[in-house]
């Protein structure tokens, strides 16, 4: 698309807003108008030589000038939509200001900045016969540092960049890779953004999901940026061409479609040029990251290829910019080194420490049962906050996941509701589903680059309403009801999750609405819409919903159910107060459950890393002692210093008192190094299943369960003490340093410990020497309180007298027990709760006289 056929099909009302923007006269541009036409470089050429350009033509072509890269430059992007005058006549005084006097004629720089769409503007040809942009100017340092100010303040409203922003585009304007690392909600997005309008060039980024890049897309066209997204989520196929020609400022693309179109890079690269790539959420390109995306390890082509060495019309290598908010240190150099960034790249590192981040954990079943108990006050706080009439909301999802078939849970809810038709159909369902013993298409784990789709497929600047006009359901309330209170977000683990506990809520009076990857795209825009536009209390997602959304406004994040890392944890938190405003993060955790990998597919090193972040993030929530904030911040490396938060629940309820562990903690090791030397004499369990399989499985290593059942055997006092309890004390031993994991694999509980050499010496030492103080963590203290938990098999056995456990079970709710019994369960043709209750109690009562545990 050339320029003067763009410049004939514009509209006289973009040339005059964006002439405007410039600083020229709205009458002189009138007057040029009048007597040029609409044509922007002629009016222009007119208004600053007063006269039209010669070689001006009827719109198709610019073949006659291609010779002059001035006007090779002067619209590369050809005819596209344009914004309203008024939206630029309201915000140029600024601009205006500043181009007066002489500037717009002379500085390229101010002009390129100023104006809106990527138009390199002709004018000032004469003046400067080799057009330079912002970059091309730089010595490291901005020629024009206000000028970012004028461009932040026009196009965003904001008065100032942030000190982080101003050092990742001083790297920029020095050609530099960086590396930039700040706390969600800190504003990376304009460290990428802001070069797209201080030069002629495009900005390409590279951006995980669909849905966040929509959603900065629709941002920027509010904010009179054009920028578009490519990818198998576009529904316009004209788009992707649009955009290579240097149509659009900023385009968004996935790093598939990147890796496709190197050809079509390398043409904009040449013209009108790429000022940046930048790579978000860029912890998607290390495996040992929480949402590892191989493709995202490709990109690494970009530095290989966009440099002055393979590109010859380049005077500088494209910089990269890589951004994210979760990176450990070992991510980090993952990054640096799987995109082969360059050696003089400047890493940007601010705290991750959001300070209006109040972070709490509680225990929870996580299970419908308790959704009553959990979710009391949240119901509550909307309920009160509107006056609430007691009517339950029309439910806002109205097509089930694609994958209820998947889930066992459906056959125990409906059984429990007595309702047996359909209990039955559900059965069969189920029967199927557990043949395959996975609950793997239930999961979110990494919903691909197309998890969402959008009907809109390219953002102009401000051609967009502020709400965009998605189908909008008849019992939501007027988009100018805004909540009294931000809305929540829940997180759950699982898309079945998402349903029934949205459900519950709009059953309960709320206003709320479930999100997973596998629902009705058309349900997925209407959530994302209704959520943006504050007509949505709470949304109830999974995973799906979370890198990148910016809400100023979000008041709650609550994870209902452990997340697999603290990453992945952080970065939903994340979501919340944006605006910096107060906002509670609340993780609802089952302590008496030991957390489970998803499944996926992975080497034995990503396994390891991968039980590595479950173990910590469960470490996390069992935590008693050390502020919340001060353990996040620190798992990316940074310290936090010797203060807490002075929010979290650790900061205001206090650590509980520690305890001397040391009797127990020697007594366990004993057992341990006895297992390990196979000193079996005196021990006396030859004859024990657990024993034997033990020994069988792991040749004299030590094994968790073997050696807590033989002290509760033999030690009568500790014969009530839950395993749970033991687990917390192999805990601290382990972080103690006094065990290790001996498995090749360690799991997110200690499955083989071994006295390491500091536990022998602990073992060899005198018991009048100093105690083993330490806290007990959550579950220890929930062990305690409740010592006859359901955590053995014996106990679980036990467990069916009580009357809320036995609903639970039969509701299906009880996890892998469950689970792996349903999949066995098909084949003995047991149909009936009694009849699977019956078998687990005579199987429970072998276990008890064969393994006395
Ligand atoms: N200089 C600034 N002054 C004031 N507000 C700013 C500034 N820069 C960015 N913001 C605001 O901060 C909010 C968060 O920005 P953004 O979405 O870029 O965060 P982010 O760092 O990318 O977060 P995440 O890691 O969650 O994606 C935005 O609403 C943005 O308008
Ligand atoms: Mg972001």
Redesign the pocket.
């Known amino acids: 698309m050339e320029a003067n056929s763009a410049g004939a099909d514009v509209s006289a009302d973009h040339i005059i807003a964006e002439l405007l923007d410039m600083g020229f006269e709205f009458d002189n541009i009138s007057e040029a108008i009048g007597i040029v036409g609409p044509c922007r470089a002629d009016v222009v050429e007119f208004m600053l030589n007063g006269s039209g350009s010669e070689q001006r033509k009827p719109r198709g072509g610019l073949q006659g000038r291609s010779s002059d890269r001035s006007t090779r430059l002067a619209n590369p992007r050809g005819n596209f939509k344009q914004s309203s005058i008024t939206d630029h006549i309201a915000s140029t005084t600024s601009s205006k200001m500043e181009s007066r006097g002489g500037e717009a004629s002379t500085s390229y720089s101010c002009l390129a900045a100023s104006i809106g769409p990527p138009v390199a503007a002709p004018i000032c040809s004469k003046s400067k016969p080799k057009p330079q942009t912002l970059l091309e100017n730089s010595r490291g340092e901005f020629d024009r540092p206000d000028k970012i100010s004028t461009v ?1 303040q026009k196009h ?1 409203g ?5 000190g982080f ?1 101003k050092e990742a585009l001083d790297a920029w304007s020095a050609h530099k890779d960086c590396l930039v690392l ?9 460290c990428f953004q802001i070069p797209a309008l201080l030069t002629t060039k495009i900005v390409v980024v590279i951006s995980p999901l669909i849905s ?1 890049m929509h959603d ?1 897309c629709l ?1 920027l066209a509010k904010h009179g940026v054009s920028a578009c997204f490519l990818g198998s989520g576009q529904p316009d196929n004209r788009v992707e061409g649009k955009a290579m020609a240097g149509m659009y400022k900023i385009v968004y693309v996935c790093p598939e479609t990147v890796l496709r179109l190197m050809e079509p890079l390398k043409k904009l690269a040449e013209k009108p040029g790429i000022a940046l790539f930048a790579i ?2 860029v912890h998607c390109v290390s495996k040992w990251g929480h949402d590892f995306r191989p493709d995202y390890r490709r990109l690494s082509v970009l530095r290989e290829n966009f440099c002055s060495r393979k590109l010859k019309f380049l005077e500088h290598d494209i910089p990269l910019m890589a ?4 990176a450990t240190f070992h991510v980090r150099e993952d990054i640096l080194k799987s995109l082969k960034m360059s050696e003089h790249t400047s890493v940007v590192l601010t705290s991750f420490f959001r300070p209006n981040l109040r972070f709490t954990v509680k225990h929870s079943k996580t299970s419908a049962s308790s959704y009553g108990e959990d979710f009391e006050e949240l119901i509550g706080t909307y309920s009160v906050s509107r006056n609430f009439s007691g009517k339950g909301q029309k439910i806002l999802h109205e097509v089930e996941p694609e994958s209820e078939s998947s889930s066992y849970e459906s056959l125990d809810d409906s059984a429990s509701d007595g309702e047996d038709a359909v209990a039955d159909t559900k059965k069969a369902k189920v029967a199927k589903s557990l043949a395959k013993e996975s609950a793997e298409h239930e999961l979110d784990q990494y919903p691909g680059v197309d998890d969402f789709d959008v009907s809109c497929g390219e953002f102009l600047e401000s051609s967009l309403p502020e709400s965009i006009a998605f189908p909008v359901q008849s019992h939501e309330t007027s988009s100018s009801e805004s909540l009294d209170q931000g809305p929540t977000i829940v997180y759950v683990p699982t898309r079945k999750g998402t349903v029934e506990l949205a459900n519950y809520l709009c059953k309960s009076g709320l206003k709320a609405a479930a999100y997973n990857a596998k629902m009705p795209r058309s349900h997925l825009r209407q959530v994302h819409e209704q959520f943006h536009r504050n007509t949505l209390e709470v949304v109830v997602a999974t995973i799906a919903f979370g ?4 809400k ?1 406004n979000v008041r709650r994040i609550i994870h209902y159910g452990l997340p697999q890392s603290l990453e992945a944890y952080y ?1 939903e938190a ?2 919340a107060g ?1 605006d910096g405003k107060l906002s509670d993060c609340t993780l609802y955790c089952n302590f008496m459950r030991t957390p489970t990998l998803l499944p996926n597919k992975r080497s034995d090193e990503q396994t390891r890393a991968a039980y590595r972040m479950l173990r910590d993030c469960f470490h996390y929530a069992l935590n008693t002692s050390t502020c919340r904030a001060k353990i996040l911040v620190k798992y990316f490396g940074e310290d936090f210093g010797p203060d807490g938060c002075q929010m979290c629940d650790i900061c205001i309820n206090g650590p509980p008192q520690m305890h001397d562990f040391k009797e127990e903690a020697g007594m366990f090791m004993n057992v341990l190094q006895a297992q390990t030397d196979q000193a079996t004499e005196g021990m006396n369990y030859d004859s024990t299943d657990c024993y034997r399989s033990g020994r069988r499985n792991f040749g004299g290593v030590p094994d968790f369960r073997t050696a807590v059942s033989y002290i509760r055997e033999k030690f009568p006092r500790f014969a009530m003490t839950d395993k749970i309890w033991w687990q917390g004390l192999a805990r601290i031993l382990e972080d103690m340093g006094y065990i290790q994991e001996a498995a090749e694999i360690p799991r997110v509980i200690v499955q083989h410990p071994e006295p390491t050499r500091a536990g022998l010496n602990l073992l060899s030492s005198q018991p009048e020497e100093e105690g083993l103080y330490a806290y007990p963590d959550a579950a220890m203290l929930l062990a305690m309180s409740n010592p006859r938990s359901a955590s053995s098999s014996a106990e679980w056995g036990r467990g069916w007298a009580d009357p809320e456990i036995r609903r639970q079970r039969l509701a299906g709710k009880t996890g892998r027990r469950k689970r792996k019994r349903g999949s066995r369960k098909q084949p003995t043709g047991f149909t009936t709760a009694k009849e699977r209750l019956a078998a687990i109690l005579s199987k429970s009562k072998r276990r008890r006289t064969s393994g006395g545990r």
């Open positions: 932040l965003f904001f008065s100032c960049v942030k922003q700040a706390a969600t909600g800190s504003g990376k997005s304009l966040l900065q941002k978000d959420e951004l994210t908010a979760t890198m990148g959304i910016d100023s970065q994340g979501r944006r």
